[in-house]
C-alpha cells in the first residue's frame, strides 16, 4: 500500500496519541518509532537510510501513515518519492517541547553508558538518526530549538498549498477530521504516551528477556 501520511512531527510533539487517532480514522497501521525499537529488519532498514542507501518503500511496506521519528527526521525525502501523501506536522510551543525532549528522548540517548547491550543496535540508530540528522550533530539547547524550528519552518512551506496541516493534539478530532476530509469519531481524541508512559514503553521494547 502506497504511504498516504507523512508526519513532520519531531518526537514529543503528540505523535503517538496522532498514531492512535490516524489508526482510528483508519490510515493504519501508522509507522512510529515503537515499530522499530525491537524489532530487528525495522532496525536494519533504518540502518541503511541513516548510512545515506534509503529504501522507503520496504521500510514503510504494510503502512499507510507514518509519524515521529525516524521519519521526521527525513520527511521531506520521504515526501519526494511518495509525492500523492499529505503532511501532518504535530506542534508543540518549542519551549515547551524542549521541556519535555530535554527530560527523555535526549538524555536517553546522550548515556552511552545506560545503553543494554541487547538494545545497542537501535540505540546506535536513534543516535544516528535524531541527533545527526534531525539536530545537525547539536546536543545543546540553542541548536536543539533551533533546529526543531527549521524543522516546523519547512514543514509549514507546505501548509499554504493545502498539503500540510499544523496540528496540536490539544485541538482534537476537528482539524485533523476536516484535513483528511473524514468524519469525526463519536469518541475521545487519544490521549497517550505521557513522559511515565515513555519510558515504561522504552523499557519494554529494550529490556533483557527474563531467564
Known amino acids: 500500500m502506497a504511504l498516504e501520511i507523512i508526519g513532520a512531527g519531531y518526537g514529543r510533539?503528540?505523535?503517538y496519541s496522532l498514531k492512535a487517532a490516524l489508526e482510528r480514522l483508519g490510515y493504519g497501521p501508522c509507522h512510529h518509532m515503537s515499530e522499530v525499537i525491537g524489532d530487528p529488519g525495522q532496525i536494519r532498514l533504518?540502518?541503511?537510510v541513516a548510512a545515506g542507501r534509503p529504501d522507503y518503500d520496504r521500510a514503510f511496506s504494510g503502512f499507510r501513515a507514518a509519524v515521529d521519528f525516524p521519519v521526521a527526521a527525513y520527511w521531506q525525502d520521504v515526501l519526494a518519492t511518495h509525492p500523492q501523501a499529505k503532511v501532518i506536522l504535530s506542534h508543540r510551543d518549542a519551549e515547551d517541547w524542549y521541556g519535555s525532549f530535554s527530560q527523555t528522548i535526549l538524555p536517553l540517548i546522550l548515556d552511552r553508558t545506560a545503553w543494554p547491550d541487547r538494545a545497542r543496535p537501535w540505540f546506535e540508530l536513534i543516535e544516528r538518526i535524531i541527533i545527526g540528522k534531525a539536530l545537525g550533530g547539536r546536543t545543546d539547547r540553542d541548536g536543539v530549538l533551533a533546529a526543531y524550528r527549521a524543522n516546523e519552518a519547512a514543514a509549514r512551506e507546505h501548509e499554504a498549498q493545502g498539503r500540510a496541516l499544523v496540528f496540536r493534539v490539544r485541538d482534537g478530532w476537528d482539524p485533523l477530521c476536516r484535513f483528511l476530509g473524514v468524519e469525526?469519531?463519536?469518541?475521545p481524541f487519544p490521549r497517550t504516551n505521557a513522559r511515565a508512559d515513555f519510558f515504561a514503553s522504552v523499557r519494554s521494547g529494550t529490556e533483557e528477556p527474563a531467564t
Request: hydrophobic content about 40%; glycine content about 10%; cysteine-free.
Open 13 to 15: 510533539t503528540g505523535t
Open 46 to 48: 533504518w540502518s541503511a
Open 184 to 187: 469525526v469519531p463519536a469518541e
